[in-house]
Structures are given as C-alpha cells and as structure tokens.
C-alpha cells in the first residue's frame, strides 16, 4: 500500500505554492496524496487525517502563527488517539523554533531550501521508522474521499 | 530595406558556419538551450532579422503616445522620479503609524499598507479565526477609530495612501473616507490606491469571502463610486504579483492580470458607465523579478497589450483610458532566507528592471523578506537602494533606455502575443470569470509553478548559495523584526473600546441597511460609509452580507 499523506494548509494566508508542489512531487513520487485546500482550522485537518487515514501530515505554514497552530494539532491528534499519524511541517519557520516544534512532537520541518528529494526521503524514512498500524486500515477498507479534493 | 535584412540573415549563416561552428566545436556551450524564467527560449544572438514584423511607430513610437510601450507619460522620470513606496503594517495602527513616520522621515514618497490576515480575509480580531494572527502580518483593523490612528499626523491630501486589501476592499475604502472626513480632507483631493483586485484572488493569493460573481459586484460598485467622487483616487489595482509569486511564467502574470483589467472594465460597461469614465483611474501591480531582460520586456509588453485592447475591444477614446500604470515590487520568492544579505543585491537588479521598465511606484524587499516581515534596517537599506538607482545611476535622464535592443523588442513582441493567445483562449472559455469558476486559470498557474519547480531542480536555474555556492557554515545571523506578543492584546482591548463607545442600536440600524441594498441594485457604498461611521466593525460588515451572498468554497486543484 503506498504511503498516504495529508497536505494542509491551516491559517488565514494563502500561500499554496509551495504546498502544491509538495502534494503534485509526492504524488509523482507514487505516495497517496490529499490536499486540504486553503484557511483550515487545526480541527478541521485533524478530522481530514482521521477520515482520511492517513500515514503522514505535512503542513504548509507560512503566516507566522505556527507556534499557535502545531501544538493545537498535536494535542487534538492525541486527545483523538491517533498520534501515530508522523505530523511535519514546512514553510516560513524560524530556525529558533524549529527544536520547540520537534519537542512537542513535529517530527521533522522542511524548509522551502529542502528539495523535493529531501521531502520524499525524508516522509519514506520517518513512515520506515514507525509507520502506522497498516493491517488496521486495510482492515478498514477504502477511506471516505470526505470534503478534500484531489485532481 | 528588404536587400539589408536578406545581407543579414545571409551573413548570419555564414558567421554560423564559419565562426560559430569552429568555436563550439573546441569549446562547446554551458547549455543546449538557455531559457528566460518564463520558459522561453532565447536566441544565441539577436539582429534586426528577428525584429523585422516590429514597425517602430505603430509598436514603439514615442512615450505618453499609443501604444504607450515607451511609458505613460511624456517626461518620464526626468519630470519625478517614480513614487518610492515601501509598504509597512504590523501591530496595532499606532505601531504602523510609527513605521510610516519613519518611512516618510527617510524620504519615502508615497504610503503603503500591508494589513494583517484577519483583516484582510474580513474577521474581526476578537473572532476565534483570528487568534495567532492579530497584526502578525500586517497591520490590525477592525473600525475606523483603527484607521484614524492609522495615518494620525499624515496629510491625506499631500501623501497618496496606498492600501493592499482586496475582499473586504470596499469597506476599507469606507473606512478611508469616513477618516478622510472627520479629518476635514476634501474628498476630492484624495491620492491613492486600493487594490481591491478580487479575480487575482481566486487564482493566486487566495483571499476571499464570497464567490467571484457577489465579489464582482462590490469591485463595480468601489470602481463606480469613485469615478463620481474620487477624482484623484484609483479604485481598483489590477495585480500580477500574486500569479508571478505563486509560479506562473511572465506572459501569464501580464495574460492573467490583464484578463482580469477585460473583467472589471466589462463589469462597469454592462452597469451603463462609459469607458472613458472610469478606465484612466484603473491601475496596475506587477513584479519585478529577477530574469532583467524579459522582465523590462514584460513591462513594455503590458502597456502595449493594454492600450490595444482599450482602444480596440473597449472603443476607448481618451487616451488616459489606454495608458498603463503600474505599481512594481520585487520578488518575495526571490528572496533567499541563507545569506540574506544577498537579498539586497538581488533586489537591487529587480528594481532596476522595473525602472528601466517604466514603473509608477516601486516597493523594494527588505533583505529579510525570506524570514519574517521587514525590519526598520532592512527598509531603509531597501528605500535606499531605490534612491540610490534614482540619484546616482544616471537612468532617468532617457526614457524607456533599453528600447531598440534587438533582444528586448523580440521579448517585448512575444510577451505580447502571448497574452493575445491567451486572451483568445479564455474568451472561448466564457471568459475571465467562467474560466476562475472552471479552475482553468489555477490549473494554468499550477502546471506553470510545477514546471519552473522542477527546471529549477534539475539545474537550469540557479539559486546562488541554495542550489549553488552552498556555505554548509552556520547562515549569518541578522536581526530579525521583533513580534511584540502583545499587540495582539492591545487590539483586542482597542476593539473592546470601540464597541463599549457606539451606539449599537445605530449599528444595528447601519447594518441593516446594508443588507437591504446588498439584495438590489444599488450602489453598496454609501450605506457602507454610513455604517462604518457608526463604528460597525469590518467583521460585522462581512459577517451580515454572507446569507446575501454566500461564501466561497474552493475546489482545490494541484
């Protein structure tokens, strides 16, 4: 089964460049891919993975409030009992921030200098190292394509 | 004429054969084609050959004349130079209110403001969407007494204010006339722009609140307004930027924003304003990027492209109606957050491009703008870069310099013909606005910034110290602008003020009124103002309108 990851976009900005290009190179890279679309709250993404039953979710911030939006994700996926969906990031994130991020459990952030190389390695490499439980969600079948769209 | 051009296509092959040839076969090129970042492909070397459809008087002629390809104007920079306008906002109002001060203390001529995410997607701050956002990015405003503060101590009729908002447009312009009048400015002699692009939003910056054909209706209701009582203000500026950041080549940023300036202008027509009433206050926003020669091209290209469909599609008579102006800024993506101190460099080159290109106004980045928004270093560095190309470099003295290059005049012409193409297809398509609805616009731009993403993963395009030069030493440390966690706090209280302060049966009353002319015809504005007087907030203002006109969902496309 290929490894399937959420791109989302949280906050109120519109940068989707970059999370465009993500989601079309992990795509070409054979991964499941599912795009949220812009201006979604932590909740709304949290939902998005579980629906979706997804491996990976990568966010795509770029506004400044990741210090608001990552620990809302984390701790709405462990209140939910599926922190072992890898959460990481991407965007404009400090480097100061970057080891506050990892303490609370983002797994690893791809700045926009990572390559697409470095982005689909790194996924493969975190999913190898503790992948999700992948006989509960064959057992559970097709995932609902819920409200996310992809092309 | 016709024996020279066959002499120098004869002479060509033979310099091929005989020089070229011998040379490369010891000393083979870099590359086996060099490419602008657009995609196109250039020539070795340009002649009059490959400018030889190019008639100088009908496609250049001279500046302040159709087709407008050598400027807007007669004079040019050798009248003024160009407007520096470095755009500001974070915090509260009266921390961007400083930043101005500062600005204009350093010679900055005109004003810009950059308003934080809440405001610019029409939440107020103390709504739940905002928290992690208030002034973050840009400035708070949630009323008027927001923007009174704003631009406290600011002649409004000396200093043009420009304001980058777009759904919530109209009601900021609102908020600038109710300022405006309790100021004691004369309407009349109000400078200035608001962006209020809402087409470019669907495809590229991503900042909406209702769907394009409600969104519409509130551009042509700003636009008409302001054609009766605005003489001096531009109410709508047309934007590339946010297609050329979001990766599209520079024949779409040109293709796009222009099919965007056919929309607006075919939306105040069908409302019963003549062309010429309006079209010389429509003004435009491009980037500047860093490939020099297509990018002074584009510029060039866009004026002509503009002026033709003006006088040939719309009937335009005054010639201020087939005149583009623009606003330039450089390139965000350009920006490296490794070294930034090579942003300046690379800033520097872009500006120059949009000097040599005509540009009306120009904000440079600071060299910070990979890392976080400016700081006070980082713009004056920036503003003096600007002063610097206007003072010393010696370009304003001759108009539209570059003119007459072979190379420019064939990237000119085909930047040209490239957004007639385009104009061609999303005609057939239904236009501009079927063709945001069908994705076709969005999809356009995603193959455009996919495909530029991978030339530039397999090396075609450098990123000196990314993708090349790479210092694995520790990046150089500058000193970022300060979050002041607390402006947050202090708008939240701002607000708290506010709303303790009106008269809430009144703004009641004013929203009211609102809605009623929301689900008819007229003209939104006036019932705007008068609830932006009473001190409704922005937020209620949305907010109320949303049954009226819905919200916009987008069916994202990668």
């Known amino acids: 089964m290929p490894i399937k990851v959420l791109v989302a976009k949280p906050g109120l900005d519109g940068h989707d460049r970059g999370a465009k290009i993500v989601a079309r190179a992990l795509r070409d890279a054979g991964m499941e891919v599912v795009y949220t679309g812009l201006h979604q709250t932590p909740e709304m993404i949290v939902n998005a993975a579980i629906q979706e039953d997804v491996d990976v979710v990568g966010v795509s911030i770029l506004s400044g409030a990741h210090m608001t939006i990552f620990p809302k994700i984390m701790t709405m996926l462990a209140e939910r009992e599926v922190d072992d969906i890898a959460v990481v990031g991407g965007g404009v994130i400090q480097e100061a921030d970057i080891p506050k991020l990892k303490e609370i459990g983002v797994r690893e952030i791809f700045n926009a200098e990572a390559s697409t190389q470095d982005l689909i390695d790194g996924i493969e490499r975190i999913v190898a190292q503790t992948g999700r439980d992948r006989s509960r969600r064959e057992a559970a079948g097709t995932a609902g394509a819920g409200q996310a769209a992809s092309r | 004429m016709q024996t020279t051009e066959r002499t120098i296509a004869d002479q060509q092959r033979e310099w091929e054969q005989l020089t070229l040839l011998p040379f490369t076969e010891r000393r083979p090129e870099a590359r086996e084609a060099f490419r602008t970042q657009g995609g196109a492909t250039l020539e070795r070397v340009y002649t009059p050959e490959h400018v030889a459809d190019v008639d100088y008087l009908r496609d250049i002629g001279f500046p302040g004349q159709f087709p407008y390809t050598r400027g807007p104007y007669p004079t040019m920079y050798r009248a003024q130079p160009w407007t520096m306008r470095q755009i500001a906002g974070f915090g509260t109002a009266d921390d961007t209110n400083q930043r101005f001060r500062y600005l204009i203390a350093q010679g900055q001529t005109g004003i810009s403001t950059d308003f934080d995410m809440p ?228 800033t520097a080159i872009e500006a120059l491009a949009a000097v040599c290109g005509g540009a009306q106004s120009l904000h440079t980045n600071g060299y910070d703008e990979a890392l976080s928004i400016p700081s006070e270093p980082a713009m004056k560095i920036a503003l003096r870069t600007q002063q610097i190309i206007a003072e010393e470099v010696g370009i304003i003295g001759t108009i ?144 109320a309108l949303r049954p009226v006109f819905g919200t916009y969902v987008e069916t994202p496309v990668f």
């Open chain 2, 119 to 346: 405001t610019l997607m029409g939440y107020d701050s103390d709504d739940e969407r905002s928290e992690g956002e208030v002034g973050r990015e840009g400035v708070a405003i949630d009323s008027v007494d927001d923007m009174l503060d704003l631009y406290a101590g600011i002649d409004l009729e000396k200093i043009s204010v420009s304001m980058t908002i777009n759904p919530s447009a109209w009601i900021l312009l609102a908020m600038y006339l109710v300022t405006a009048e309790e100021r004691g400015f004369d309407r009349k002699k109000l400078s200035g722009t608001i962006q209020n692009d809402i087409i470019k939003e669907y495809v590229a910056q991503k900042e909406w609140v209702y769907p394009p054909r409600p969104a519409m209706r509130l551009v042509r209701d700003s636009i008409t307004y302001s054609a009766e009582h605005l003489p001096r203000y531009n109410p709508v500026n047309v934007s590339g930027y946010h297609s050329r950041e979001a990766g599209s080549t520079a024949i779409q940023e040109v293709a796009f924003t222009l099919a965007a300036g056919i929309a607006y202008v075919e939306e105040v027509v069908k409302a019963g304003i003549d062309v010429d009433d309006f079209a010389p206050r429509l003004s435009f926003f491009f980037v500047s990027q860093i490939d020099f020669l297509e990018e002074v091209a584009k510029f060039r290209a866009a004026r002509r492209v503009w002026a033709r469909v003006m006088k040939e599609r719309f009937g335009a008579k005054k010639p201020e109606s087939m005149r583009l102006r623009f606003h330039c800024q450089t390139a965000g993506v350009s920006c490296t957050a490794r070294e930034p101190l090579n942003n300046i460099a690379r």
């Open chain 2, 400 to 543: 539209d310099p570059l003119a007459g290059s072979y190379a420019l005049e064939r990237l000119t012409s085909d930047i040209e013909k490239g957004c007639f193409d385009y104009f061609a297809e999303i005609d057939k398509r239904g236009g501009t606005i079927k063709c945001i609805e069908d994705n076709f616009l969005q999809m356009e731009l995603a193959d455009a910034a996919y495909d530029l993403h991978r030339r530039k993963e397999a090396g075609e395009r450098h990123i000196v110290t990314v993708t090349k030069y790479r210092d694995e030493s520790a990046n150089p440390h500058v000193e970022l602008h300060h979050v002041d966690e607390a402006a947050s706090q202090r708008q939240l209280d701002r607000l708290a003020k506010t709303k303790a302060n009106r008269d809430s049966a009144a703004v009641q009353k004013a929203l009211d009124e609102v809605v009623r002319v929301a689900k008819t015809d007229e003209n939104i504005m006036p019932a705007t103002i008068a609830a932006v007087r009473a001190r409704a907030t922005g937020g209620e203002i949305i907010k």
